[in-house]
């Protein structure tokens, strides 16, 4: 029997958590799907955290932070950076101020924190503001936002803050190319470091059957973008989630010659409008 959908009226984080399944939403005038476990090989806890904020009944903001991985303390970086975020969005609401100002406010807070925290502690954040079927996306570093429409068109996809992000967009490298780069998870903008920037992308407004996703880069460290495209595309947004983890699990426990394999936490959040 199908589960149906949790209507969220108060914000939702979840950091530090290995989810067993895909989670569903009602979630500003739409649905949304959320999945986060740690890395099939770790002994350590999950680094990455999500949240899905509510900001009216057809506005809510989606995040996805990665705390970076080899640096200490990753797990407390990405928990403060979602909380901080949360945080700005629901004083926005109370002081009927804009989302966008709100958004950029809670990662600038998050960024004096964390660099307050010392030890070079930092994370990586995937932002999506949400007004009706409008969306505009806020990113640091190299989490992944992409949109795509029903029969797999891209219609939106940001750049990743890295050497090797900069490498594919210039025409240097291939995709293929840079999912082997030994620089590949070398990231050169992060929430943790005086020279923190905020990319801003502009408003896209979502047709009906299309499909946001924000991932951190377990999912793009270990499908191509076409197969990411391919496998949510279609179908519930419960199916499409579970396949995705699967996918992105089977390949990091199974390396295979010619395909990507890249170990690591994984989250994302789906979303489709009505």
């Known amino acids: 029997m199908a589960v149906p959908p949790r209507i969220l009226t ?3 984080i979840h950091t530090q958590k290995d989810m067993a399944d895909v989670e569903t939403y009602s979630f500003a005038g739409g649905k949304a799907a959320a999945f986060t476990r740690r890395s099939p090989f770790k002994e350590t806890v999950n680094e990455d955290a999500l949240a899905l904020i509510p900001a009216g009944a057809d506005a809510g903001v989606l995040v996805v932070a990665d705390g970076l991985g080899g640096l200490p303390a990753g797990e407390a970086a990405s928990r403060l950076a ?9 004083a926005a609401q109370r002081n009927n101020a804009a989302l ?9 807070q998050a960024n004096r924190e964390i660099i307050a925290l010392g030890g070079g502690s930092a994370t990586t954040i995937a932002v999506v503001e949400l007004q009706g079927r409008l969306m505009r996306s806020y990113h640091v570093g190299d989490s992944l936002i992409l949109v795509a429409g029903q029969r797999g068109k891209v219609k939106y996809q940001t750049m990743p803050h890295s050497p090797v992000g900069y490498a594919v967009e210039s025409g240097m490298l291939d995709e293929s190319e840079a999912l082997h780069h030994a620089e590949r998870n070398i990231v050169s903008n992060v929430i943790g470091s005086p020279e923190m920037r905020i ?3 502009p408003t896209f407004a979502l047709a009906p059957r ?3 996703l924000l991932a951190s880069d377990g999912a793009p460290d270990n499908l191509y973008i076409s197969e990411l495209v391919d496998c949510i595309r279609a ?3 419960r199916r499409i989630g579970r396949e995705l983890a699967a996918r992105c699990h089977e390949r990091m426990r199974h390396p295979r010659p010619g395909t990507p394999s890249h170990p690591d936490d994984l989250s994302f959040i789906l979303y489709r409008p009505r």
Do not use: P
């Open 10 to 12: 108060d914000t939702l």
């Open 82 to 90: 979602v909380q901080r975020l949360a945080e700005a969005v629901r």
């Open 100 to 108: 966008r100002d709100a958004i950029l406010n809670g990662i600038e």
């Open 199 to 201: 990319d801003i992308g």
């Open 210 to 212: 299309d499909t946001l």
């Open 235 to 237: 179908g519930s947004l």
